[in-house]
């Protein structure tokens, strides 16, 4: 059974940056499109980012593109996101999964390769 594991969350100021990991225990994730999901109080969870098997292809939100960087890697199982110029609305518990896509912008996770893992929350401060 596959295990994920994020980490890296907290509180930070507006405009602050912080770089968030999902370490994958189980199962080798090389082969996977891995991608960034996030759930706001009240709300349902929404994807972030996504990243291809290699690391040469990465697609994100609007919401976040140009502030957010998804890298991976393979050798350690894990995945990263780098959260720069952070906002408000991104206060969240951020989760990982494998992902695939749905369409030309949509994405969802594949939760047939893991169960969530427990999230990281974070917190932005205005």
């Known amino acids: 059974q596959v295990q994920l594991v994020e980490s890296g969350g907290g509180l930070v100021q507006a405009g602050g940056s912080l770089r968030l990991s999902c370490a994958a225990s189980g199962r080798t994730f090389s082969k996977y499109f891995m991608g960034w999901f996030r759930q706001a109080p009240g709300k349902e969870r929404e994807f972030v980012a996504a990243?291809?098997?290699?690391?040469?292809?990465?697609y994100y939100a609007d919401s976040v593109k140009g502030r957010f960087t998804i890298s991976r890697d393979n050798a350690k199982n894990t995945v990263y996101l780098q959260m720069n110029s952070l906002k408000p609305e991104d206060t969240a518990i951020y989760y990982c999964n494998a992902a695939y896509s749905t369409g030309p912008t949509g994405w969802a996770p594949n939760t047939a390769f893991a169960s969530w893992g427990q999230g990281t929350q974070v917190t932005v401060s205005s």
């Open positions: 990243i291809n098997w290699s690391g040469s292809s990465t």
